[in-house]
């Protein structure tokens, strides 16, 4: 499956796979994001292959925009490929509890 972007009640829905490919695409659509927003959500549960590449590129973008006044919150904790992947590069603490 190709990768979708789609937003739904204020929340980035990311499905399909998240790769090398395509990350430089999705953090340049997150950072637009983030440019107009205080609080960024992401919901990675629809993500069905999350390469390590991806996942550190995530992390940074998390870390970046909670070093300043942003926040970026990720979703999915009950997607196990995408926990596969960030536990594997020990970024897992990334992901939030839920989206409220």
């Not at 590449?53 to 070093?67: D, I, Q, V």
């Not at 926040?71 to 990334?94: H, S």
């Amino acid at each position: 499956m190709a990768l979708e972007i789609a937003e739904k009640d204020g929340v980035v829905e990311l499905k399909g796979k998240v790769n090398a490919h395509n990350i430089g695409a999705i953090l340049i659509f997150l950072q637009e994001k983030l440019l107009v927003e205080q609080n960024l959500k992401v919901d990675l549960s629809k993500v069905q292959q999350l390469d390590i590449k991806a996942a550190l590129l995530l992390e940074e973008l998390y870390r970046a925009s909670n070093l300043t006044i942003k926040r970026t919150q990720f979703y999915g904790k009950d997607n196990a490929c995408v926990m596969e992947t960030l536990r594997f590069t020990r970024t897992a603490y990334i992901l939030s509890e839920s989206k409220s």
